[in-house]
């Protein structure tokens, strides 16, 4: 078999819905949420499908700043392209939209809006050398996510 017969056969394979498997780990996921200034002491578990963030918020209240404890979990809802959306469950102390955006909207990784949170797998190194294709489907196993991506 030569070498564009390979190439054919593995875009084959990925048409055919198998698509390539790319795991995103717990720890991935809370080494992006640790970029974020706004957060110190930040957990995360995935487990029973759902993700559990844990840790202390900077909120900027434009009078004053705050630390808040909060704990917030996502559950999966919807795939787009390469981003894959989760609806807050549950968040302590407060729910409040203009917070959540302070504290949990910072592109490219996560953006919020709605009372949803995108996370896009194409600004991470791992999807983006895949050149083409999007997310097909998803599998949320314990501390893990691991997602599919193919034409």
Known sequence: MDFLDKIKSGVNHIKEGKGI?????????????????????????????????????????????????????????????????FKIAKLKPLNLSILNKRIFDKPPHLTYKKGHIRMDFNSWEIVRKIPIGKIKNYKME???????VGI
Request: proline share 4%.
């Open 21 to 85: 498997p790319v795991p995103v780990t717990a720890n991935m996921l809370q080494e992006v949420l640790r970029r974020n200034d706004r957060l110190q002491d930040v957990t995360l578990e995935i487990k029973e499908g759902e993700i559990h963030i844990t840790g202390k918020a900077n909120a900027d209240l434009k009078v004053t700043t705050k630390d808040l404890s909060f704990s917030i979990t996502l559950q999966p809802v919807q795939i787009e392209g390469r981003e894959l959306i």
């Open 142 to 148: 314990e501390g893990s996510i691991i997602i599919i």
